[in-house]
């Protein structure tokens, strides 16, 4: 799917975003990181906390193409756009994150104990790479 796609599908709008949003959005990146390793919470919510950090830079990615998901599915939109904003060489990540999407809507609404501790390093790592990238991006 392209931009012009989501675009005409209503899935995002066109967006301007400020340096200071996006600077906002940093910090709740490295706010959601630092919660994510707090051992002293649940291994679901230190998931739950990563997740949110990546979604967080996939916000930030789709904002700085000029775009803002609409409120209806927007994880899956902001996650989606990620490879069309970064590369092909991004869809692996946004498979993966999407994967950590569906798990973060089970721990929410489901069940609980579906992830160990080595799933939230396996994020947190995956998420620390995201941000360096879109640091060099944005």
Do not use: N
């Amino acid at each position: 799917m392209s931009f012009d796609e989501l675009l005409e599908s209503g899935r995002i709008t066109r967006h301007s975003a400020s340096r200071r949003e996006i600077g906002d959005l940093l910090v709740a990146v490295a706010r959601d990181l630092t919660d994510a390793g707090h051992h002293g919470i649940s291994v679901d919510r230190q998931f739950m906390a990563a997740y949110e950090a990546g979604l967080g830079l996939c916000i930030i990615v789709l904002a700085a193409a000029g775009y803002r998901a609409r409120s209806s599915g927007h994880h899956v939109t902001a996650i989606e756009s990620l490879p069309l904003a970064l590369g092909d060489e991004f869809e692996a990540t946004r498979i993966y994150l999407d994967d950590c999407r569906e798990t973060r809507h089970d721990l929410t609404y489901r069940r609980v104990g579906l992830v160990s501790q080595a799933d939230v390093s396996d994020l947190i790592a995956e998420v620390e790479k995201l941000r360096e990238r879109v640091l060099v991006a944005v």
